[in-house]
């Protein structure tokens, strides 16, 4: 990789335990920024094949295709840890906003439509082809094209969710109309765009509706035993197995989903117990999740009213106004539903043929273990496939531990060399999250303001959904970042605060969607908030305060 012509970039000081080897001098001068979003903890060699680069790539190629000042994007696992860099084109930082203003003009009000319409129908096409694909049956030579064409898969579907960027940059529009027009923050016009159907708020609708229904019988056992042994003693009851069977059809169309980006973890549908858990916190929610929603968007429409009559003199701004707010309100539909079936379908279902060369290496005795998949190399899958019966469990054994040896350590936000001031890129951070200013007292952090309101409450760090059980009604949730698994959680939570994201990450936007105080961005949120300690949180200052 070869940096373009820049300013000499300034070397960012490393942790003297997080060493770095790079492959050149020239990644050296580059600025790389941990993959927290998306990838915070951890990650497996086969992921960082298969997963890492097809988010950074494409997430270049999409801010590039809107006219931005990027010229490519490198991605390297380091320690373990997923770090991405966007290497800026100084050629291109002049009319950089005319050219993005354009992209939203011309690409982005028809967004949702190209969705609905050719992009959704395109990835689930993919994701039923891997969910339906025979793979007790499929031969070593079928099943190494299937796991070509779902690398390739990887890439395009990727491709797709970074295509919509001019359609995610309405929020955008919305928070300038609305700034110009009435003197409203960004937070306040986020909020005007909540209310419209997404899949994220169903599916935590149809759980809370499924934990309700349920008999007195199953709410005791799931209210009262840790998931697994829940799913067992339901299985040994003719009102548990009609239950799980209940679920079993909410998880067909709802679970293929996990708690991370990794295929360390299974799906809900791989491991139905895994939802126990949330229907665990559901049976303590008094209010359907559809309702907070609905209560959110009544609220909307009504301040979209008061807006409206102050312009009832100007027809002109009227006119904009409605537009703009009509096509707005399909940003929270556009962002979760593409999550849904990109961000959590798809990277569930592809980890099935995977799982299946897990199954045939460990009966070949290559692996120790069927999970032990992730810790695979991509030319060692094509190479047993492909007839190769090398032992590989050293090998695995190895990485896992190195996993193991990380797994607690929290690393640089960025490495590598910092960019010149040009080379910001204030265009994303209400998505990504913009820089704070660290807080020099101890017992509050700072963040990004992400859903207005404050709550009080017991902090609950929380890194994986594997920790879920942990999580009680009126804790205030403390994580690296949400996906949509996380979602039914949320209907519990008195607030949220996470290391990564801004007001426009799924994080922020479900929280909006339930009526929760949400703070993102904090970066060191899991690492300086104790668990169980009592906090404060202000949503909209994006504050948090530690009690002792």
Known sequence: MTAPSM?????????????????????????????????????????????????????????RNMGGPIASAGFKRINTFAYMTMVPDFALMEGVEERMKKAVAERGFNSYQRWTDEMQPEVEAANQRLINYDYAVASNAELAELIEWAVLTMDRVWWLHFD??????????????????????????FELMQGAPNLSVESGSKLWQLAKAAPESVKNVVGSQRAAEAYAALKATGEGRQFLKDLDAYLNVFGWRSGSFDW??????????????????MLKVATDPAEDQRRGGERADALANELRAKLADNPAALGEFNFVYGVGKTYPQMQEDHNFYIDQKYLAVARLPFVEVGRRMTAAGILERREDFPFLRLDEV????????????????????????????????????????E???????????????????????????????????????????????????????????????????????????ADSGGPLSHCAVVAREYGLPCIVGTRVGTRQIPDGARITMDGAQGIVRIER
């Open 423 to 497: 080379a910001a890129d204030p265009f994303f951070a209400d998505f990504g999250g913009a820089e704070v200013e660290p807080s020099r007292d101890p017992l509050v952090v700072k963040g990004n303001p992400g859903a207005r309101g404050t709550a009080t409450g017991t902090a609950r760090v929380i890194r994986t959904l594997a920790d879920a059980d942990r999580v009680q009604e009126g804790d205030i949730l403390v994580c690296d970042t949400t996906t949509p698994a996380w979602t039914p959680l949320f209907a519990s939570l008195a607030g949220i605060v």
């Open 164 to 189: 919509l960027m001019p359609g995610f940059m309405i929020s955008q529009v919305v928070k300038e109309l609305c700034g110009r027009l009435f003197g409203m923050s960004g937070l306040e016009a």
């Open 382 to 421: 094509r190479g047993f496939l492909g007839g190769d019966s090398t032992s590989l469990k050293a090998r695995a054994a190895e990485r896992k531990a190195e996993i193991d040896r990380w797994k607690d350590y929290i690393p640089p936000q960025h490495i590598g060399s910092k960019l010149p001031p």
């Open 264 to 281: 360390y973890d299974p799906s809900w549908v791989e491991e139905p117990s895994l939802a126990l858990d949330s229907v665990r916190l």
């Open 7 to 63: 300013p000499m970039p300034t070397p960012i000081p490393l942790p003297v335990d997080f060493p770095v080897q790079w492959d050149s001098p020239e990644e050296a001068m580059l600025q790389w920024e941990w993959e927290q979003q998306h990838l915070p903890l951890p990650l497996s060699p086969l992921a960082s094949e298969v997963i890492g680069p097809a988010i950074a790539h494409n997430l270049a190629k999409g801010i």
